[in-house]
């Protein structure tokens, strides 16, 4: 579903250009950047950039301006990032508390400082409250999504899922459902055996 969302972002960006009057060939490249909470491919890497290639090369890019990035809070690859990177996915990744600590990066303390502000004037915190809300709401998705692409990778490694099972699973948004179906899943030594379990 992840990516699904990067494609609809990346169209979106697009079509507001195009209907502005931009010519195609005047548009130009485009970002989307996800922030998570959770690791969304499961490589232990705090950053995951993509691009267009062709498949069979694997050395051609398509270069039509679009590059999609995940940073992830659960990366294990701290030598391959920069410091200040690593300290603002560790202040992104932290719980309150541990986000009003100290931190080295002088642009983490900048942020800090900005969310104070935030918090203490009346209007801003009103706003602050509602962006909460749609970043738990978010962060719900975010883990719901990774739960069923987990579950649906350990099936994939039985043999084939079927199309009626893949689809149920990605709908499923009760996330304690779908913690029994992972372990169910990390058990099971066959996609029937799965199938008949839950």
């Not at 699904?4 to 060939?25: F, I, N, P, V, W």
């Not at 719980?95 to 100290?102: I, N, P, R």
Request: charged residues 30%.
């Amino acid at each position: 579903a992840l990516a699904k969302r990067c494609r609809y972002y990346h169209s979106q960006m697009d079509m507001e250009l195009l209907l502005a009057g931009t010519d195609y060939t005047g548009l130009p490249d485009t970002y989307v950047i996800f922030i998570c909470d959770f690791d969304p491919f499961g490589r232990q890497r705090y950053i995951y950039t993509f691009e267009n290639c062709c498949m069979e090369d694997g050395q051609i890019m398509l270069d039509e301006g679009c590059k999609t990035i995940f940073l992830s809070t659960r990366g294990t690859n701290r030598s391959e990032i920069s410091a200040e990177l690593a300290a603002f996915l560790e202040f992104a990744g932290a719980d309150l508390a541990g986000s009003q600590g100290e931190f080295d990066s002088a642009y983490v303390r900048q942020l800090q400082t900005s969310i104070r502000n935030i918090k203490n004037s009346r209007e801003m915190r009103e706003r602050y409250m509602i962006f909460e809300e749609l970043l738990k709401e978010e962060r719900s998705e975010g883990r719901i999504e990774a739960k069923a692409e987990a579950i649906l990778e350990l099936l994939e490694v039985l043999g084939p899922v079927p199309g009626h099972l893949s689809a149920k699973i990605r709908s499923e948004t009760d996330l304690e459902l779908l913690k029994k179906w992972l372990r169910l899943a990390a058990r099971s030594t066959s996609v029937q055996q799965f199938i008949n379990n839950m």
